[in-house]
């Protein structure tokens, strides 16, 4: 007999028409996507459905953040904790140093990084990396360990004699 009582019910609530539950809007272009929102991106796929995601490139951008000024970080706005904060007394040429909106610090790293500096080097007018061939022999360093340039590259010291 339960079972006919649980069959009634799955019966019954087929019959039930969702209520609120409609198919996305049709697009012709991205403008027809905007959602109003300047912390995301909205495209119109080919299909004709929106597709609404995050850009870090709007990381930064101002907002309305509940009536308060705030910045777009990760496709939300939220509230700017670089407010007032001055990172260019850490900068150097090639040392440029930023302030990260999630978390109110300055970071900086080399213009160059991950470019082996045995063959390139930051040019400080440009804040760039120019191929530059360093002498044989010159220190360098991979990462946390040390070396010496060898045919344009790093080659790490080893320890080994």
């Known amino acids: 007999m339960r079972w006919l009582l649980r069959l009634l019910c799955v019966c019954a609530l087929s019959l039930v028409p969702l209520v609120g539950c409609s198919e996305a809007p049709e697009c012709q272009s991205d403008e027809d996507c905007d959602d109003q929102d300047v912390c995301t991106v909205q495209v119109c796929l080919g299909h004709g459905g929106c597709y609404v995601t995050e850009s870090f490139d709007l990381n930064g951008t101002p907002c309305d953040w509940d ?4 910045v777009c970080v990760g496709g ?3 509230e700017n904790l670089c407010e007032g904060i001055d990172c260019s007394e850490s900068s150097l040429p090639c040392w440029p140093a930023w302030c990260d909106y999630r978390d109110g610090q300055c970071y900086q790293h080399h213009v160059c ?4 500096l045995c063959s390139y080097s930051c040019d400080e007018t440009n804040r760039s990396c120019v191929y530059d061939l ?3 022999g010159t220190r ?4 946390q ?3 010496t340039c ?3 590259r790093c080659a790490l010291d080893t320890g080994v004699r």
């Not at 990084?113 to 082996?116: K, L, S, V």
Request: charge should be negative; glycine fraction near 38%; aromatic fraction near 4%.
């Open 67 to 70: 009536g308060v000024p705030g």
């Open 76 to 78: 939300v706005c939220g």
């Open 113 to 116: 990084e991950g470019w082996d």
């Open 134 to 136: 360093s002498p044989e």
């Open 140 to 143: 360098c360093t991979r990462g």
């Open 145 to 147: 360990l040390g070396g």
């Open 150 to 152: 060898r045919g344009g």
